[in-house]
Nanobody, 115 residues
Framework: QVYFVESGGGLVQPGGSLRLSCAVS????????MGWYRQAPGEQRELVAT???????VYADSVKGRFTVSRDNAKNMVYLQMNSLKPEDTAVYYC?????????WGQGTQVTVSS
């Protein structure tokens, strides 16, 4: 079993900031990739940002320069610092980890950007 604890979502005004956190525990070792995906109503789930165990990152073009992904390997945690938020960033954000050829998903946390 793999367990996720996601936090940090909420309601924020355009231009504001939020920081998402995801703690992973359970029967999982040597997590290679950690990251965040999001899904807006009526849309497909899309990649936001990922980070490898070595620190290499990938970002969606829509968030480059505004979002920063980071991780703490010792604690099996991944973070997403989101700045200059826009209404189009509104979505459920899902933590994702990849280990041993498998992908695991958190339960999601809602981020709403609205005035």
């Amino acid at each position: 079993q793999v367990y996720f604890v996601e936090s940090g979502g909420g309601l924020v005004q355009p231009g504001g900031s939020l920081r998402l956190s995801c703690a992973v525990s359970g029967s999982i070792f040597s997590i290679y990739n950690m990251g965040w995906y999001r899904q807006a109503p009526g849309e497909q789930r899309e990649l936001v940002a990922t980070i490898t165990i070595g620190g290499s990152t990938v970002y969606a073009d829509s968030v480059k320069g505004r979002f920063t992904v980071s991780r703490d390997n010792a604690k099996n945690m991944v973070y997403l610092q989101m700045n200059s938020l826009k209404p189009e960033d509104t979505a459920v954000y899902y933590c994702n980890v990849a280990s041993g050829g498998y992908a695991y998903w958190g339960q999601g946390t809602q981020v709403t950007v609205s005035s």
